[in-house]
C-alpha cells in the first residue's frame, strides 16, 4: 500500500478555490491516505453547507436525498483504506450528487444498453433545475462582469464604475443601471438579461 502520492497541481487549486491559502499549503507537496480522506470527507461536509444555505426552493423528498446521497459518501470515504478506494468514492458520490441536484438520479440497473442520447438523459420527471436572479445578485454579476471581463473599459472599477456611473449617474438605481448598460454598452448587457 502506497502511503503518500504526490498531490495533483488541479486538487490544490481546487483546495485553495474552496478554503484559501492556508489549506492550499497543507496539501501543497504530498498527501497521506488519511489527509486525503479528512479533505475528501470535508469537500462533503462543504456540499452540505452549500445545500443547506443556497437551495431555497425545493421538495422535502429532494433536500433528503442530497443529504442522503453525501451521508452514504462519508459512510464509504470513512471506510477507505487506500488512494483508489478513497478517489473512487469520492468520484461516485459526487456523480450521484450531481445527478440529483439536476432533477433525479437515474435507476438503470436492469437496462442492458444506455445510449448518450438525448431522450434517455431527461431527468426532470420529478423536478427541474431552475435559476433565477434577484436585482441584488445581478447587481453582483454586473460588477463581477465589469471588474474582470470588462476591467479595460473601467480600470479603477471604485471610481470610474462604482462611483460614477452606479452611484451618479444611475443614483444608486438598478432600473436605471440596466438601462444605462443597455444603451452604453449594449454586450455587456447580453451578457446579464
Given amino acids: 500500500m502506497i502511503n503518500k502520492r504526490k ?3 488541479a486538487f490544490k487549486f481546487l483546495i485553495q478555490g474552496l478554503y484559501g491559502q492556508n489549506d492550499y499549503y497543507k496539501v501543497k507537496n504530498s498527501q497521506t491516505v488519511a489527509k486525503a480522506k479528512r479533505y475528501y470527507l470535508k469537500i462533503l461536509d462543504t456540499f452540505l453547507i452549500a445545500i443547506n444555505e443556497t ?11 442530497l443529504k442522503s446521497i453525501i451521508s452514504e459518501g462519508k459512510k464509504r470515504l470513512s471506510s ?11 468520484i461516485c458520490t459526487q456523480t450521484e450528487l450531481i445527478f440529483q441536484l439536476i432533477g433525479n438520479n437515474p435507476e438503470r440497473n436492469f437496462e442492458k444498453n444506455v445510449p448518450n442520447r438525448k431522450d434517455k438523459w431527461k ?3 420529478h423536478r427541474q433545475i431552475q ?12 460588477f463581477n462582469l465589469i471588474q474582470s471581463r470588462y476591467s479595460d473599459r473601467f480600470p479603477k472599477f471604485i471610481d470610474d464604475f462604482f462611483n460614477k456611473v452606479y452611484l451618479d449617474e444611475c443614483q444608486s438605481d438598478f432600473g436605471n ?12 448587457y447580453l451578457e446579464i438579461i
Fill in 123 to 125: 431527468l426532470n420527471r
Fill in 80 to 90: 477507505s483504506k487506500t488512494f483508489e478506494s478513497l478517489d473512487n468514492s469520492l
Fill in 177 to 188: 443601471l440596466i438601462r444605462w448598460i443597455k444603451i452604453s454598452h449594449p454586450d455587456i
Fill in 7 to 9: 498531490t495533483d497541481i
Fill in 131 to 142: 435559476y433565477i436572479q434577484t436585482n441584488e445578485q445581478k447587481l453582483n454579476q454586473i
Fill in 55 to 65: 437551495i431555497i426552493i425545493s421538495d422535502k423528498t429532494h433536500v433528503q436525498l
